[in-house]
Each structure stands twice: as C-alpha cells, then as structure tokens.
Nanobody, 132 residues
C-alpha cells in the first residue's frame, strides 16, 4: 500500500516557476515508477511526466518537454516536478501516481494518457493556476 500526498501548487504568473512535491508513505517507494498527470476543468486527464524506479529514465509529454523536469529522491520517498516557463494552458489539478508496471510498458504507451490505467496509487491532487 502506498499513500501519496502532493504539495507545492499555487497561483503563478505566466513565465514563472513552481515546484511540486509528492511525498509517499511505505518502505517500497523505490520499487515504483512514478508519474505526474494533470486535469483541467472539462478536459480529459493528461499525462505530464514519468520517472523510473531508479530515476535513471524519464519520459515527458511533448507539451511540457524542455520546461518541466521530473526527479525523485528515494531516500526521502519523494518525487518532484519542477515547472518552468509556465503558461496559462498549464492550469490544472496535478496528480502524482505510482505503478509497479514495467517501465518499458508505461514509457511507450500510445497515447501516453493510456499509461494512467497502469498506475495503482494516486494522490489527491494539487491545484496549479497560471495567470496571463
């Protein structure tokens, strides 16, 4: 069982930065690949980024590539999402999720949103609002 708690969301102007954190409970955190997803009002859930259990591999949605960076600290049971050059279109509730599915599977699913069905545990979400 893994419990996930996101933090770090807030209101920021376009061009600004935020760093989201996702703290996980449980001693097996380092066994899980981790992902970030987001959902804006009236829209489908969207894949944002994922990171392998070791942190050695990462995968990003085209819409955030070059602006967002996912990382993890297994000693602290935490995964991060550094978001730079934020745009109003990034406004959404951001969720972190954990999966034991093979990295080769979740990093190659098409569309990447389909990988969401492979995640076993989800946090409650944190709101990110980017003003223009």
């Amino acid at each position: 069982q893994v419990q996930l708690v996101e933090s770090g969301g807030g209101l920021v102007q376009a061009g600004g930065s935020l760093r989201l954190s996702c703290a996980a409970s449980g001693r097996t955190f380092s066994s899980y690949a981790m992902g970030w997803f987001r959902q804006a009002p009236g829209k489908e859930r969207e894949f944002v980024a994922a990171i392998s259990w070791s942190g050695g591999s990462t995968y990003y949605a085209d819409s955030v590539k070059g602006r967002f960076t996912i990382s993890r600290d297994n000693a602290k049971n935490t995964v991060y999402l550094q978001m730079n050059s934020l745009k109003p279109g990034d406004t959404a509730v951001y969720y972190c999720a954990a999966t034991l599915a093979p990295w080769a599977l979740i990093a190659t699913m098409t569309p990447p949103e389909a990988s969401g069905y492979e995640y076993d545990y989800w946090g409650q979400g944190t709101q990110v609002t980017v003003s223009s």
